[in-house]
């Protein structure tokens, strides 16, 4: 039984993570969709939370579970039995870091491997961070992220403020045609 592991901070989960957790589902008897802990970054949503949307998510796909990362994601696919890591690649631009990191994870866990995928071409452009910001600033996010995880986003940044933090001033309406 192959079981693969698609760790990632899901801040949040959008079409694009999905579209990957349901192809490696296709090709996998168990994908583990691991919530990643980072302390490099500042997620919008506890861990928790991400966990919480991520099932949510994933709720009718067979096989496939969440669990949270706390620490190294190749010693997490290890103690979880995981010998493939799934990794998304959405432009060229990722491919350098991705590289690095299964470089990295080979020479940590040579017995598990880096499988790359491609989001559907609808996705290539979608990323958590530009969906965060269109809902930062009061936009539509519904064709980018399940409902459920568009209502927490609209918790987060209530339409009426525009995503600003209140204080913070708007600028002006330019006049059409100026």
């Known amino acids: 039984m192959a079981t693969a592991l ?12 999905l579209d990957v957790v349901r192809r490696a589902a296709a090709l996998f008897d168990k994908v583990i969709v691991g919530i990643s802990v980072n302390p490099r970054k ?70 598990v491997e880096t499988v790359f995928f491609t989001p559907a071409p609808e996705y290539h452009y979608l990323s ?18 399940p409902e459920h995880v568009g209502r927490r986003l609209r918790e987060k940044w209530p339409r009426s403020s525009g995503g600003r933090a209140s204080g913070e001033r708007r600028s002006p309406r330019r006049p059409e045609g100026s």
């Open 6 to 17: 698609y760790a990632g901070t899901f801040d949040p989960v959008t079409y694009g993570h």
């Open 42 to 111: 500042t997620p919008l949503f506890s861990t928790e939370e991400r966990a919480e949307m991520v099932r949510e998510s994933c709720r009718e796909m067979e096989g496939v579970e969440v669990a949270v990362v706390p620490g190294l994601v190749v010693e997490f696919a290890r103690e979880a039995g995981a010998s493939v890591i799934v990794r998304g690649l959405r432009a060229v631009s990722d491919f350098e870091s991705e590289l690095q990191m299964a470089s990295t994870n080979r020479a940590l866990a040579p017995e």
């Open 128 to 145: 958590a961070s530009v969906v965060s910001d269109i809902a930062r600033f009061g936009g539509d996010v519904t064709p980018f992220v």
